[in-house]
């Protein structure tokens, strides 16, 4: 386990045997399921949000379908195209890190450096199954435990994130890429759920200090072909927190969907 620094200290963090040590001997045990617990505080609005055992278990089920590969794979395009060796990779809200470890595999000549942090154990759980050699840590968006300047890429899909934590843990000239859901995303799932469903609104995605080198829009059609596939679909998105049980309902009967994707791929450079 490597790539982290004390919450308390700042400090380097160094593995002892299943502990993480900084200078001033602050301790953290790496848990047996795979990760360390760097979190200090929850405050409430982290807690509301992190992800269920059940939220994770559906983002597997339906990541596992292989109907999000297009979209993994223009990502670990663009983090290839920042390749280089050693090089540090960040992953902000990683979750059971479907995409985090299909970019590790694909930098595997590179000897990368690759870490995830989120706020819901269960998902880092999950994580660690994917791929042991992940470095992955509690905490959260908004208080990252990694130093000052230390990564090459950053990436940050469909999770919370504080812009000034990019620009404090990035290199300069350093990558960003995150995903947003364009206006169409999953337009015929919440047309099955709501009576009125709105279109995404989109608001700027320019971030201050950094030059937008590239953005992908991906739209395409996928195919859910079971009722457990489609609740699965469901459940991994906001709606399900969002939804009352009689909206949900809705979907109970419905075994087969054709639905919208709608995503933008947008690659950042921090400016020196
Ligand atoms: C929609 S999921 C996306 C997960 C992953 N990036 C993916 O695309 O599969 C959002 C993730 O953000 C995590 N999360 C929520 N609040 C957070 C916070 N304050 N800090 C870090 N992670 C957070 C959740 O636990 C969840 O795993
Ligand atoms: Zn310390």
């Given at each position: 386990m490597q790539?982290?620094?004390c919450p308390v200290c700042r400090g380097a963090l160094v593995a002892e045997g299943r502990s993480l040590f900084c200078q001033n001997r602050h301790c953290y045990d790496?848990?047996?399921?795979?990760?360390?617990?760097l979190l200090m505080s929850q405050s409430s609005s982290d807690s509301r949000h992190g992800d269920s055992r059940e939220m994770v278990a559906a983002?597997?089920?339906f990541l596992d379908l292989g109907l999000y590969e297009p979209l993994c794979r223009a990502i670990t395009d663009e983090v290839l195209g920042a390749a280089k060796d050693g090089m540090y990779i960040l992953d902000v809200g990683c979750g059971?890190?479907?995409?985090?470890a299909k970019i590790k595999a694909a930098l595997e000549k590179f000897s990368p450096i690759v870490c995830g942090i989120d706020i819901s154990k269960d998902a880092l759980a999950a994580g660690a199954r994917r791929d042991r050699g992940i470095n992955l840590a509690v905490a959260s968006a908004y208080d990252i435990p990694v130093s000052d300047g230390c990564a090459d890429v950053i990436i940050n899909l469909f999770a919370p994130h504080k812009e000034s934590e990019f620009s404090r843990i990035l290199k300069?000239?350093?990558t960003l890429i995150r995903v947003f859901p364009e206006r169409r995303h999953l337009w015929e799932l919440k047309c099955a759920v709501y009576s009125s469903p709105r279109e995404n609104e989109i608001g700027s995605t320019d971030i201050e200090g950094f030059v937008t080198v590239d953005k992908k829009e991906l739209n395409y059609q996928i195919e859910l072909k079971s009722n457990k596939d489609i609740k699965s679909l469901f459940m991994m998105t906001p709606y399900s927190y969002k939804t009352s049980a009689d909206d949900e309902r809705k979907?109970?009967?419905i075994d087969y969907m054709k639905t919208s994707v709608d995503f933008a791929v947008i690659t950042y450079k921090k400016s020196k």
């Open positions: 790539g982290f620094i790496i848990s047996k399921r795979g990760y360390v617990n983002r597997s089920d059971e890190c479907y995409y985090t300069n000239g350093g979907l109970d009967g």
